[in-house]
């Protein structure tokens, strides 16, 4: 089972870069690693999705390694709004049961002023 | 563009009770997804749905039953309902439910089982 673990939460301020690592050890060979960003009373919104190596997009970056146990989030200078939780989901390969999505227990981050 | 609802926003509920917590999805996606969340423990599958007239479970299925009778619709039953499904409830949803792809969210339902 691809369980995953993650800090529960972060403290940054404004501007500064944010890295939050999620544990998953038993990662599968086709299973994608995948972030989202939830605000309170709202579902998880995407962030941003890899498999191996970096991944960039306009709001983040993820780093893979080789082994593939770990993956980071990174998120550049940060502002009060992106105060949130983060969740790291492993799964979803092509050709696994959609049964096998698994997300993290969610990285708390404040940004303060 | 509604994307995904679900109904109702909370409720509270007695233990023993009936409960179907709607969810529907405008977006025309093969795939739909239950998920609970708790505090201090994330979100966890409860059940899923590849395509219309096909379902399976997840992470989390005991005490839950769902359907898929259409693309649109997936609805998730409580059929005696226990004070330890007392959670939130999330629908999703993604276009084919392959590849990992990115999967959409409602704005949840509150449920507190007495």
């Known amino acids: 089972l691809a369980k995953t673990t993650q800090p529960i939460s972060m403290d940054s301020y404004e501007g500064q870069e944010v890295n939050i690592t999620c544990s998953h050890n038993?990662?599968?060979?086709?299973?994608?690693i995948t972030w989202y960003q939830q605000f309170p009373s709202q579902g998880p919104r995407f962030i941003i999705q890899g498999y191996k190596t970096k991944v960039t997009n306009e709001v983040a970056s993820l780093f893979i390694p080789a082994d593939r146990k770990s993956s980071t989030l990174s998120l550049p200078r940060v502002s009060l709004s992106d105060t949130a939780v983060y969740y790291c989901?492993?799964?979803?390969?092509?050709?696994?049961?959609?049964?096998?999505?698994?997300f993290g227990r969610g990285t708390q981050l404040t940004v303060w002023p | 563009i509604a994307g995904i609802t679900q109904a109702p926003t909370s409720q509270i509920l007695a233990a023993g009770r009936r409960m179907t917590l709607r969810c529907t999805q405008d977006?025309?996606?093969?795939?739909m997804y239950w998920y609970r969340q708790d505090l201090g423990l994330g979100l966890r599958l409860i059940h899923y749905s590849n395509t219309a007239g096909t379902t399976g479970k997840g992470e989390v299925p005991d005490g839950y039953s769902v359907s898929r009778a259409n693309t649109d619709d997936f609805p998730l039953t409580l059929a005696s309902a226990v004070p330890s499904q007392t959670s939130v409830y999330f629908c999703a949803s993604s276009d084919s439910g392959g590849g990992g792809e990115e999967q959409f969210f409602g704005p949840g339902t509150r449920l507190t089982v007495l």
């Open positions: 977006m025309r996606h093969n795939a």
């Open positions: 038993n990662i599968a060979t086709n299973d994608y």
């Open positions: 989901l492993v799964g979803g390969g092509r050709g696994s049961t959609l049964g096998r999505l698994y």
